[in-house]
Every structure is written in structure tokens, then in C-alpha cells.
């Protein structure tokens, strides 16, 4: 299995465009999770979703951040207008999660470097 | 909601030498587990040792191992035999079970870097 996959994996670009970072889960995981990790403030949960569905949002930052997952073996989150603010690592990750399962190891992602300048 | 809380943002050690990493937390959950996570220079999160709050047994995974203190909503990590591949950021997670959505969360602290020392 490839794991977690996210792109690209650094992304440069300048304040007020628009970004969209992808992640493809892991075959068969039906739980994905954004998190997003700054010097300031550590590993952040930002938004994730179960068997597609979004099941908690409130980490997202503000109305500039959103996130879809149109299938099951694919994910965006999307930052439009960009801010410098807004750099950072952002990671996805990916479980199979069910109610009857007492844990479920998340996998994560490479991470996507984002630069706004 | 769920605080979890790292005192040491650096250390170091001699290599082959042991080290022990500090890791507190909060919740009013009972049913939750603990984790260590392994952020090298690569920046890839690598799970390290888990542990069930259930169960009393600390957990151990080769070098590493851990004193969970339930009470005290302590849970440290102790790696032996310290090799210049431990080098990296280390995080403490804590997850609660979501019993309605079937999903988890993970709640981070901010990391301890640790430095192995030739």
C-alpha cells in the first residue's frame, strides 16, 4: 500500500491566491482528517470527515478555509483568499473507523508545506 | 475539551543512554488512549507506542516504553539504549472515543525535541 498520499508536497505562492492541497486516503479507510502544524500553536485538528461526510468543522480557521471529499479515495482543502498567516505544514490522515471498533490507528500523510508570501 | 501538555519543548542525550519524556493531560473522559508520535527531520508522523487507558499494563514497544499514570493523567515516555535515529520531534496524543460518529480525534501537545548526542 502507497499510504497517505498528499500533494504537492510544498507549495509556494503569494497573498490573496487561491490554494488547494489534495490527499488520497488509504484504500478501504473511510475516516480522513486535516490537520494543520505551526510553531506557535503545535498540531491542530482542522476538519474530518467519515465515510464522507463532515463530521466536525469547528477547527477550521474561517470562512477562507474548506474542505470536500467528493469520494472516498479523494480529499481537497482549499484556502481562498491566501494570507501569510496561513503557512504552515498541513497534513491529512487517514483511518478505518468504526462504532463497534475500540481504536483505530490514524496513518498520516507527508504533509504539504504551504508559503504564503 | 481535551488538553494535553509537553514541559520539556528540548532535550538531548548520550547515545545508548536512556531518556525520559514527560507528557500530562486533562479530560474528564474514561475512555480514551494515549500516544507517542515520532516527527523526524523528514517531517513524516510516526506512530511509537500506544497505550489503552483501560488497561493498567504500561505499554512497550522494543526500546520504548511508557509509565501511564491514570491518577495523575501522566503518561511519559522512556526510550532505552538511545540511538542517533531517536533524534526528532516527539508528540503526546490523546484520543477519545466518539462513540456516535465512530470516528477519533487527536488531541496534540506541542512536541519535545530530542537531540541524540554522539
Known amino acids: 500500500d502507497a499510504g497517505v498520499i498528499q500533494s504537492p508536497r510544498h507549495e509556494v505562492t503569494e497573498m490573496g491566491q487561491e490554494v488547494t492541497l489534495r490527499c488520497k486516503p488509504i484504500s478501504g479507510h473511510n475516516s480522513l482528517f486535516w490537520y494543520r502544524q505551526t510553531m506557535m500553536r503545535g498540531l491542530e485538528l482542522l476538519i474530518y470527515f467519515n465515510n464522507n461526510v463532515p463530521i466536525d468543522d469547528s477547527g477550521m480557521p474561517e470562512d477562507r478555509f474548506s474542505a470536500k471529499m467528493p469520494n472516498a479515495s479523494f480529499s481537497t482543502l482549499k484556502i481562498q483568499p491566501s494570507e501569510p498567516r496561513d503557512s504552515a505544514v498541513y497534513f491529512c490522515?487517514?483511518?478505518?473507523?468504526?462504532?463497534?471498533?475500540?481504536?483505530?490507528?490514524?496513518?498520516f500523510g507527508p504533509g504539504t508545506r504551504l508559503t504564503v508570501l | 475539551a481535551q488538553t494535553v501538555t509537553q514541559s520539556q519543548p528540548e532535550m538531548s542525550v548520550q547515545e545508548a543512554e536512556t531518556v525520559t519524556l514527560s507528557c500530562t493531560y486533562d479530560?474528564?473522559?474514561?475512555?480514551?488512549?494515549l500516544f507517542w508520535y515520532k516527527q523526524p527531520p523528514s517531517r513524516q508522523m510516526i506512530l511509537v507506542i500506544r497505550?489503552?487507558?483501560?488497561?493498567?499494563q504500561n505499554a512497550t514497544e522494543n526500546r520504548f516504553s511508557v509509565n501511564f499514570q491514570k491518577a495523575a493523567k501522566s503518561f511519559s515516555l522512556k526510550i532505552s539504549d538511545s540511538q542517533l535515529g531517536d533524534t526528532a520531534m516527539y508528540f503526546c496524543?490523546?484520543?477519545?472515543?466518539?462513540?456516535?460518529?465512530?470516528?477519533?480525534?487527536?488531541?496534540f501537545g506541542k512536541g519535545t525535541k530530542l537531540s541524540v548526542i554522539p
Open positions: 496524543a490523546f484520543m477519545k472515543h466518539d462513540s456516535g460518529a465512530g470516528s477519533y480525534q487527536l488531541t
Open positions: 497505550q489503552e487507558a483501560y488497561k493498567q
Open positions: 490522515a487517514s483511518s478505518l473507523s468504526t462504532v463497534l471498533s475500540s481504536y483505530n490507528e490514524q496513518f
Open positions: 479530560t474528564s473522559e474514561s475512555n480514551y488512549y
